[in-house]
């Protein structure tokens, strides 16, 4: 069974950068293709980015792009996201998600991470 | 991009009937729509994918249908445990965007 999980929860200042890991095991990190989601407190999902294996290249939302870079560790099957030039508007919960290879939707999710953006 | 529209926002039903979320694209996505149940301080959870497959494990009282742009998830009889929040995804185009979320709660 696939598991994806998680680094746990980081306040930031404004400014700052964040680095949030997800770990999968179950499953070769290289037959999946990772997204990330994030939530903000008391609103809807909103899709960062994800990889393209057609393309073999990773999409980012416009609203992130320049912003944000996802990557991958083969090595140790961890997946990363990193934001930059943080905000209080990036206060959110993190998700990781997998498309299993042969398949378009996304199966399996980390359990979140809260990243607290706050001067 | 995709604009996914949900309707309603809030749905109040009591539990053993019958409830059905709509979600519609701003233009065609084929059959390629998942929807998410979430409730507080969980993950979201992959209930129906190619808008009309369940999942492993989803039970059979949950079902999709569409194609296209209109979509539609019928929970034939609410149990406690489906009061949640529920969410439709297309994956068609990029970027792959979600709607804004149906709420189901309790009447």
């Known amino acids: 069974q696939v598991q994806l999980v998680q680094s746990g929860a980081a306040v930031k200042k404004p400014g700052a950068s964040v680095k949030v890991s997800c770990k999968v095991s179950?499953?070769?990190?290289?037959?999946?293709?990772i997204h990330w989601v994030r939530q903000a407190p008391g609103k809807g999902l909103e899709w960062m980015g994800g990889?393209?294996?057609?393309?073999?290249?990773?999409i980012y939302a416009q609203r992130f792009r320049g912003r944000v870079t996802m990557s991958e560790d083969t090595t140790t099957d961890t997946a990363y996201m990193e934001l930059r030039s943080l905000r209080s508007a990036d206060t959110a919960v993190y998700y990781c998600?997998?498309?299993?290879?042969?398949?378009?939707?996304?199966?399996?999710w980390g359990q979140g991470t809260l990243v607290t953006v706050s001067s | 991009e995709i604009v996914m529209t949900q309707s309603p926002a809030t749905l109040s039903v009591s539990p053993g009937e019958r409830a059905t979320l709509s979600c519609r694209a701003s233009?065609?996505?084929?059959?390629?729509l998942a929807w998410f149940q979430q409730k507080p301080g969980q993950a979201p959870r992959l209930l129906i994918y190619?808008?009309?497959t369940r999942a492993t494990g989803i039970p059979a009282r949950f079902s999709g249908s569409g194609s296209g742009t209109e979509f539609t998830l019928t929970i034939s009889s609410l149990q406690s445990e489906d009061f949640a929040t529920y969410y439709c995804?297309?994956?068609?185009?990029?970027?792959?965007?979600f709607g804004q979320g149906t709420k189901v709660e309790i009447k």
């Open positions: 998600a997998a498309v299993r290879e042969g398949y378009l939707q996304l199966d399996y």
């Open positions: 179950g499953y070769p990190l290289i037959e999946l293709s």
């Open positions: 990889f393209d294996p057609e393309n073999s290249e990773t």
């Open positions: 233009q065609s996505v084929s059959s390629n």
């Open positions: 190619g808008a009309s």
């Open positions: 995804q297309q994956y068609h185009h990029w970027p792959k965007t």
